[in-house]
Nanobody
Framework: QVQLVESGGAQVQAGDSLRLSCSNS????????VGWFRQAPGKDREFVAA????????VYADSVQGRFTISRDNAKNQVYLQMNDLKPDDTAVYYC??????????????????WGQGTQVTVSS
């Protein structure tokens, strides 16, 4: 089974950049569609970005479009979320998620089968 591990979360200042990484500790990640979600205290889980397994479709939440980039490095078995120009509203626990055979409905968290434990991102003003 897929076992996802996120890393890279930190406390940063507004305007800084941060890169989150997601890996599958129990096999390859390249065959899965991967999504990033986030959840702030007292708020619902929010879609951030997703990348289909074939790389044919990438989607972003409106709130991060132009600032965040999702990408793969299959040689390193990693999926990244590059976050630029971070804002205090980006503060949340960020989760990596994955599933197979998903080519649409990428913003729907219920379509994802595997979830990591999350990594904390805190952005100070």
């Amino acid at each position: 089974q897929v076992q996802l591990v996120e890393s890279g979360g930190a406390q940063v200042q507004a305007g800084d950049s941060l890169r989150l990484s997601c890996s599958n500790s129990n096999g390859v990640l390249k065959v899965y569609t991967v999504g990033w979600f986030r959840q702030a205290p007292g708020k619902d889980r929010e879609f951030v970005a997703a990348l289909t397994w074939a790389g044919g479709n990438i989607v972003y939440a409106d709130s991060v479009q132009g600032r965040f980039t999702i990408s793969r490095d299959n040689a390193k078995n990693q999926v990244y979320l590059q976050m630029n120009d971070l804002k205090p509203d980006d503060t949340a626990v960020y989760y990596c998620s994955a599933t197979d055979g998903l080519g649409y409905y990428l913003r729907d968290s219920s379509r994802y089968k595997y979830w990591g434990q999350g990594t904390q991102v805190t952005v100070s003003s």
